[in-house]
């Protein structure tokens, strides 16, 4: 049934959004339309097994969550400096042994001319 909205929540949204005759609602009405049969959707999702097992799921995701220690500003700045610097230093490197190569194989590839 949840699959069944969902994709007549796609099939409505692209079907009202074109060029058509017969009738074309405002956008104020599709987005209504969209957000009530989503409510419903994600009612009758929860109400499953397996929408109750991921409600409790996110639950716990949330506590553990919050359980999390984030880094200070300045940690964050410096390791992404950090990362930033290894990334163009690794970067220039294997660009260098490109480069190497390519001008071994040129080299060994002209000999027999």
């Known amino acids: 049934m949840v699959l069944v909205l969902i994709a007549f929540i796609v099939w ?3 079907y009202f ?3 058509n005759d017969i009738y074309q609602p405002n956008t104020i009405v599709r987005i209504i339309v969209v957000v009530v049969i989503s ?5 009758i999702a929860f109400t499953t097994r ?3 097992l991921f409600f409790v799921f996110l639950q716990e995701s949330r506590k553990e969550l919050r359980k999390v220690v984030w880094p200070a500003r300045k ?3 410096h390791t992404t400096l950090l990362i930033a610097a290894i990334t163009i230093i690794v ?3 294997l660009w ?3 480069s190497l190569f390519r001008s071994i194989v040129f ?3 002209s000999i027999g001319r």
């Open 12 to 14: 409505g949204n692209f």
């Open 17 to 19: 959004a074109g060029p």
């Open 39 to 43: 409510l419903l959707t994600l009612l």
């Open 50 to 52: 397996k929408g109750k």
């Open 75 to 77: 940690e964050t700045v």
């Open 91 to 93: 970067g220039l490197a």
């Open 96 to 98: 260098g042994m490109d």
């Open 107 to 109: 080299y060994l590839t």
